[in-house]
């Protein structure tokens, strides 16, 4: 079983609210990633974090923003929440390195009014 | 990064062995070949994953072609529970920060 946690697990939210998605992990992971996926589709890479004080962007595109300012936490915040942010949101973590598995939250399903 | 080609779906008989293909062509040295699945509303669940050896683990197995341009992940007998989409990723460093590049997978479908 993964020690990595979601909250919240769903969100309703109206447009221009901010919003905290909340990512921890107790594994001690030096890596921390947030990927979006569409219902339906593929996940796509929006942020990710080599440690802490580390964050980068993704592959895809996102007003979102994160911080790392603690090893085994990894928020993500939407300033303003609009309608084209609903969608899921899965936290995952690793140890460093290609042979290492990565172990996924159980996602945030947002949907903004 | 390094592609990967799976069957867009495929089915299974409950209790039967299933075997997931996948093709990795312009693979390099240093990438290793992971698996994960996600089932419907989940996030993606870790299966297997390898260099250049078999590797078996209470899940699956999972064959790596000597060349190592494709491989196959082996259910020995699957159950309705591993209905899912499955992934094959190579995972390397030259990926954003070691991330996962998920395509669209194999959908297995496990009938009674």
């Known amino acids: 079983e993964a020690d990595i946690y979601q909250t919240p697990r769903y969100l309703v939210i109206g447009t221009g609210k901010k919003i905290t998605l909340e990512c921890s992990q107790t594994?001690?992971?030096?890596?921390m990633y947030w990927y979006q996926q569409d219902p339906g589709m593929e996940l796509h890479l929006i942020h990710y974090s080599y440690g802490v004080n580390s964050t980068e962007k993704g592959d895809l595109s996102s007003e979102s923003t994160v911080s790392r300012i603690r090893t085994e936490h990894f928020p993500l915040t939407l300033e303003s929440a609009r309608p084209s942010h609903t969608s899921q949101y899965l936290c995952?973590?690793?140890?460093?390195?290609?042979?290492?598995?990565?172990?996924f939250g159980p996602g945030t399903r947002l949907t903004v009014t | 990064d390094a592609k990967t080609t799976q069957p867009n779906s495929m089915e299974s008989n409950e209790e039967e062995p299933v075997h997931l293909p996948c093709n990795h062509s312009?693979?390099?040295?240093?990438?290793?070949i992971h698996w994960y699945r996600q089932l419907p509303s989940q996030g993606p669940e870790y299966v297997i994953h390898?260099?250049?050896s078999n590797v078996n683990n209470r899940m699956a197995s999972l064959a790596i072609a000597e060349d190592r341009k494709s491989s196959t992940l082996i259910l020995h007998r699957a159950t309705l529970r591993d209905a899912a989409v499955y992934y094959c990723i190579l995972k390397s460093g030259s990926n954003s920060g070691y991330a996962l590049n998920f395509g669209k997978g194999t959908s297995l479908l496990v009938t009674p």
């Open positions: 594994m001690g992971h030096d890596k």
């Open positions: 312009t693979i390099s040295g240093t990438d290793y």
């Open positions: 390898g260099l250049t």
């Open positions: 995952a973590s690793s140890l460093r390195g290609s042979a290492y598995e990565q172990y």
